[in-house]
């Protein structure tokens, strides 16, 4: 009946090393968390830029090289002869 009295016994002081082990691994835990969040996003950001590409390629890539490519083939550029102009 003494045990219903008296108050319950402290429990023990946590190891100090137990403390650090874990402290270690929520540190470990975290930086492996940010790591495969930048994973992610950078992967994101590349799948993004794939799919903006496959929009807007097409034009992109065949106007690219002259400047105004929209308005066609401009009269200068033209050839009146065939084969190569260097003759």
Known sequence: MGGLFSKPAAPPAPDPSIAASQAKQEARIDKQEKRTEQRETAENRRLSSQRRA??????????????????????????TTLGNSLT
């Open 54 to 79: 496959r929009r807007t390629g097409g034009l992109n890539l065949l106007l690219a090289d002259r400047p105004n490519a929209q308005t066609g083939i401009e009269d200068d550029e033209l050839q």
